[in-house]
């Protein structure tokens, strides 16, 4: 596990692609192809590392956002968790009211304050603070054909 000054950065070579139906309505794109793992200094402020990858040689930039951004991104989702977990406890608390209106009102409550507290979860568990910036990134190819070598591209996983 990496420290509060550095963040653990999966890379993905991207070899191919291909875009899905999404359960909402729109696309889903799943990457295909090697990843490499990087240990990286945080920044401060915060700004760009660039790694090598491994399997093409080439070199990828990476923002990332500072360790005290990272804190504070920390803090306020945490803020956010405890409140909605509040929220949660309170509207179960007035579930039992008298009034039916009451009930439904603090029941829908209670469930948007557990959906909020589980992305929220989720969000702290998953935001490392990085980004790929400088890539040659081309989505010209059809979806599923693999790509040639010099349109290959590298995504986070």
């Known amino acids: 596990m990496p420290s509060r000054d550095e963040a653990a950065i999966t890379l993905r070579h991207v070899r191919s692609y291909q875009r899905r139906p999404g359960t909402e309505g729109g696309t889903t794109t799943v990457y295909r192809g090697p990843v490499a793992t990087f240990t990286l200094t945080r920044p401060d402020p915060p700004g760009e590392r ?7 040689e080439r070199e ?3 923002a990332l956002r500072s360790a005290p951004q990272m804190q504070r991104l920390r ?3 945490t803020i956010t968790l405890t409140t909605a977990l509040a929220l949660l406890v309170l509207s179960l608390l007035l579930v039992y009211g008298d009034s039916s209106l009451l009930r439904l009102l603090f029941g829908l409550l209670g469930a948007l304050a ?3 507290a589980a992305f929220t979860a989720l969000r702290l568990r998953t935001d490392n603070g990085a980004e790929v910036v ?3 990134a081309t989505y010209h190819h059809p979806s ?10 590298h995504v986070l996983a």
């Open 114 to 116: 557990l959906v909020t």
């Open 144 to 153: 599923g054909t693999d790509l040639p070598e010099e349109d290959q591209f």
């Open 134 to 136: 400088r890539d040659n």
């Open 50 to 56: 660039t790694v090598t990858c491994p399997h093409c």
């Open 60 to 62: 990828v930039t990476i």
């Open 75 to 77: 803090t306020a989702l």
